[in-house]
DNA sequence: CTGAAAGCGCTTACAG
DNA sequence: CTGAAAGCGCTTACAG
């Protein structure tokens, strides 16, 4: 690894030319800077990264705050490979790295978890990250409020955050949920159940809008028993169809707010002696890779995973070179008609 | 951020003697060190970590090398979301964190591209990282080859590699293959095929000697025609599936490398209106989430995947701390009996 | 257009 | 046990 005093000795010049060479090239005599260049190359030089960012206060990294081992082990993203794909480009494209940073439960106290934000921020201040990117796993609303206060950019996914330098992305949940309602009211159903994700949760009660607002343009509301809550998890999705199907009068079609609950559902009806779509039609939300490939094939809502990754790059850049935060970010969603909902 | 000289000014003290009291307790006086400790704590002193890096020529990050927006845009990890789980919780109780490096496609050059390892060799030491961790996409054995011999301490996921520093982790691919194999023998089975990853991958080399491993223990050996090759992905399983049942011969259980082309085999033998397992057996490989929601239910090998982090994770700090590589690391697998191998 | 100097915040021999 | 000093490799006013 070559130093920039290297470059500066083989050129016969200063390492402050070396560094302008790199930072304001337009300030350095085109003789000069082209040769620095080409010794540069040569060798192969690359400013150092820790004393840059020692000197300038800015590193090329974006921290990921992504809590894996603290309360909830059993906690999984339903897409996060495609959203890092997604986001990891995106930030290359600006020469940014992504750090996920340690969390807590070791012994130096290095790590910070999710019920001290402010272990984060100063990592993000040791670290002189550029930003944070915040991955909700369903209940981190209070400690990324605490993110988005600190003054940090930070950009969440899927919860609402507000602050000086802070935004989020999220789908059109509620479009996305309303789209997938009418289908089943086209296609004929009038009791329609739906299985929510976590109350409280930003795109469960989004999702929980959009379900109303689509009776509603029907000129319906939800019966009594209708709406019964889960947690996205498959298990919950199999216990609320088991209520739902105990009620008096069940519905002939469910939309669950997550396809790992219209599994549960699925293996609940099936269970019950119903066939689906025949008996019941089943339409799920966010068309991860089992939506597929369960049978039948899940008629779902489909979000856009790298594009979420994307948009948060988008964003924590612009508030790193630009100024203030962008309004929130909002991605559409997409019914996508298979064979659950009896469409077909 | 308080800085070590705030403290040193607090306390009366030297910033030489705030570095000790967190470098070299031992070495300070045990009053001034608590003196040091308290005030710290008081301001929440944390060491900047690029100060730091720079001075010591080493940071507390761990380099990922995963490629994504290179050649193969489709490319994905049968389990990244609990590989990473694993890695990420392993290194934060040393206090590490992963830096997702850049990939190239970028304007400034910063980052690189497995065309060119060297890129990613300067990237560790420009931010003097650790070490780095490398996650296979199925063709990158000359580009590991090339970090494995760069010196810098490095751990492959399911990929061979040899270098002064350098070793590997992967799942005892061979023995799960064998064990699969054997419970279709067990079950009375004697035609039975595989369908294999793509060749020269090492656990797709791997499964398939297990595979011939387990005919031969049984007295027998693959009959013609009933190797054939596949990519890992449901598409390959399927036209593979369907070249089986053209043979005259067709087999009545089949050993797919993975879950995926285990599914796709799956819709195959559907679609030919067979009926699994009762017409045909079908076992896979890694137990992903798909595999226990298809129907039948999948048998697999499971893997045991946050192991695979947690293991690449005490490779690496091994590496840093101690010395020479240790052997590669085999995981075991398991055998998980469900509904598409007929045991049940 | 370019150089000398100071500074970013830490660590580590070297004296004492 | 502790301090003064040098150094890690870069950047950026400040002079010239």
Not at 178 to 199: E, M
Not at 209 to 221: P, Q, T, V
Not at 252 to 262: C, G, H, R, W
Request: glycine residues 10%.
């Amino acid at each position: 690894m070559a130093t920039g005093r290297e470059i500066a000795q083989l050129c016969g010049v200063s390492v402050a030319t070396v560094s302008r060479v790199f930072n304001q090239p337009e300030t350095v005599n085109e003789d000069t800077r082209e040769r620095v260049l080409r010794v540069a190359k040569e060798l192969d030089y690359r400013p150092n990264e820790s004393a840059r960012a020692l000197s300038t206060k800015q590193s090329t990294m974006i921290g990921l705050v992504w809590d894996t081992d603290h309360r909830r082990p059993g906690w999984r993203h339903p897409y996060l490979q495609d959203l890092l794909i997604g986001l990891k480009s995106a930030l290359s494209a600006h020469g940014y790295h992504l750090l996920m940073l340690a969390t807590s439960g070791d012994a130096r106290e290095v790590g910070a978890s999710l019920a001290d934000p402010v272990g984060y921020v100063n990592m993000t201040r040791r670290h002189h990250l550029g930003g944070l990117v915040l991955i909700d796993s369903g209940s981190d609303a209070e400690a990324f409020e605490a993110f988005a206060q600190s003054g940090v950019p930070c950009v969440a996914l899927d919860v609402a955050v507000d602050g000086p330098r802070a935004t989020y992305v999220t789908s059109d949940n509620s479009g996305g949920a309303r789209a997938a309602v009418a289908h089943l009211v086209g296609l004929g159903h009038s009791r329609i159940a739906t299985i929510t994700g976590p109350p409280g949760n930003q795109p469960s009660d989004a999702r929980l809008s959009g379900y109303r607002a689509a009776l509603r343009d029907a000129g319906a509301e939800p019966r009594a028993g209708y709406v019964v809550a889960g947690d996205f998890y498959r298990a919950s999705g199999t216990a609320a169809m088991q209520r739902l199907l105990a009620l008096d009068e069940p519905p002939t079609a469910v939309f669950a707010a997550s396809d790992e609950m219209a599994v549960g559902a699925l293996l609940a009806a099936r269970a019950a002696g119903l066939r689906v779509p025949r008996d019941l039609a089943l339409v799920g939300f966010d068309d991860i890779e089992i939506a597929s490939v369960v049978d039948p094939a899940l008629t779902t809502v489909a979000q856009d995973k790298p594009g979420f990754g994307v948009a948060a790059a988008k964003a924590i850049m612009a508030m790193i070179t630009g100024g203030g935060p962008e309004g929130p970010v909002v991605l559409p969603t997409q019914l996508v008609v298979r064979d659950s909902c009896g469409a077909r």
